[in-house]
């Protein structure tokens, strides 16, 4: 895991937020940028409210829809990494226990208690549940990847059958 992954960080939007609601093999999908990274994928099935907009680009920055255009490739089994700028917003143990879990490859898990280790705290696994379960960039920082410590699914904003769709996608779980 010697991948870092570089998040934005707080800067003032070059042109305010924006958004973008496209269709995916998953359903609709809505993408949030500020303008430097982007801020916020909410996927189907998150009850992150109504992903408002009938799918089809209209003026969107080139960030979103290059997001957009990596993710149904990543969805298509064609990319298994992404090159996005990222801009989460969240606590510093938040953003910690994101950037280790955006470096776990396709294709392989960690279990949270791997992942508190990784932080150097190996008793804050239930706490990295925590934090992966407000991760606002699922997919791009793939907190389907971290799994429970006997290997079941456990925990995800968007229900444990997406979590499985997923996995099935990256090989990590077999085909149904």
């Given at each position: 895991m010697s991948t870092r992954r570089a998040f934005a960080g707080n800067?003032?939007?070059?042109?305010?937020?924006?958004?973008?609601?496209?269709?995916?093999?998953l359903g609709r999908?809505?993408?949030?940028?500020d303008g430097h990274g982007l801020t916020r994928i909410i996927l189907p099935g998150s009850g992150d409210g109504e992903q408002h907009g009938d799918g089809r680009p209209r003026s969107v920055l080139p960030l979103l829809a290059e997001a957009a255009r990596q993710i149904n490739e990543y969805l298509a089994g064609?990319?298994?990494?992404?090159?996005?700028?990222?801009?989460?917003?969240?606590?510093?143990f938040q953003l910690r226990v994101w950037e280790i879990i955006g470096c776990i490859p396709w294709g392989h898990?960690?279990?949270?208690?791997?992942?508190?280790?990784?932080?150097g705290a190996r008793a804050k696994a239930r706490a990295v549940g925590g934090a992966a379960g407000a991760n606002p960039l699922p997919?791009?920082?793939?907190?389907?990847?971290?799994?429970?410590?006997?290997?079941?699914?456990?925990?995800?904003?968007?229900?444990?059958a997406m979590k499985e769709r997923l996995l099935r996608l990256e090989g990590i779980l077999p085909p149904p």
């Open positions: 800067r003032p939007p070059i042109s305010g937020e924006a958004s973008l609601t496209f269709v995916s093999a999908i809505r993408l949030q940028s064609e990319r298994t990494t992404f090159t996005l700028p990222l801009a989460p917003t969240g606590t510093p898990t960690l279990t949270y208690g791997a992942v508190a280790e990784l932080l997919l791009v920082i793939p907190c389907h990847r971290v799994i429970g410590a006997d290997g079941s699914l456990t925990g995800f904003a968007c229900g444990l």
